[in-house]
Each structure stands twice: as C-alpha cells, then as structure tokens.
C-alpha cells in the first residue's frame, strides 16, 4: 500500500525557500535548508545527524556538523567530522575540512580542501595466478605442470 512505505531519508526540520533567518542554529537530527541562513550551524558533533542544503539554500556562516549534502552555495568555513557530499552545482566559499568527502563534477571549493584525521593509503596486494607450462609451450620437456606467477 501507499502509506506503509518507510521514508529512509527523514527530515526533523525544514528550512523552506523564501525564507531568511539571522541567527546561529543548533539542532539535532536532520535539518533541511532551502532558504538562507545568515549565522553559523551547529549540532553536536559525536551525533549522527545531517545538515542537507538544497538548491536553492544560501549559507553565509561556518558550519560545524558530522555530516552534511550540499547542493546550495555556503560562505563560510565547514568542518565536518564524517561525511561531506558536495552535490553538482555546489559552491563552498570558505576552508573545509572533512574526514571523508564525496565531490561530483560541478562542484566548487573556493578555499582550503583539510583531511582530518589519519589519513589510510590502499594497500596492494599482488595477485597470483596458476599458468599451465605444457598448455603455453608444447615444446617444455622440463616436466613441470605448474608455476605460480606474480602479476
């Protein structure tokens, strides 16, 4: 039925476009903004929530949250101690700093781009692969069925 789906993506407070507010915000949970924001954005920064900026929201203040979607433009500095998605259309004027960062073509960072954190370089393990000696050379009398070989 229609009314038994469960929203994943669920919003506590909606900022809507049109609207301006002066002042610093708090909150906890989801905040969405669609609208402009003069003062700085808090939440606590060991909680899960998430601050997403529409296309149409406007920042003009530093953000500090554990996670944030911005599709909007933000004027000011951004730290971030979880994940950062800077969505196509985006415009960070201001340093950021982030743990990890999500950043899709389009996207602008007009300031320092600051990894928080221990920074984990991939590790590279060599593949192994059999190869059949008599299948490769018919010539090989050597006997030898196998060998390992490192790529």
């Known amino acids: 039925m229609w009314g038994n789906k469960k929203q994943s ?8 476009e049109g609207t301006c507010i002066t002042g610093d915000i708090t909150f906890d949970g989801a905040l969405f903004i669609d609208g402009q924001i003069n003062g700085n954005i808090s939440c606590p920064l060991e909680s899960n929530s998430i601050l997403s900026i529409g296309t ?4 003009e203040g ?3 949250v554990p996670n944030v979607v911005i599709f909007g433009h933000v004027q000011g500095n951004v730290q971030v101690n979880g994940k ?3 969505k196509p259309g985006s415009k960070v004027t ?3 700093r982030y743990k990890v960062i999500e950043m899709n073509a389009g996207a602008q960072v007009n300031g320092k781009m600051i990894a928080m ?6 590790e590279h393990k060599p593949e192994v692969s059999v190869v059949d000696s008599k299948a490769s050379d018919s010539n090989d009398k050597s006997g030898e069925e196998a060998k390992a070989v490192n790529a």
Do not use: Y
């Open 9 to 16: 993506n669920n919003v506590d407070t909606l900022i809507a």
């Open 56 to 59: 149409h929201g406007k920042i």
């Open 62 to 64: 530093d953000i500090e």
């Open 84 to 86: 950062v998605e800077l």
């Open 94 to 96: 201001g340093d950021l």
């Open 117 to 122: 954190g221990e920074t984990q370089a991939l």
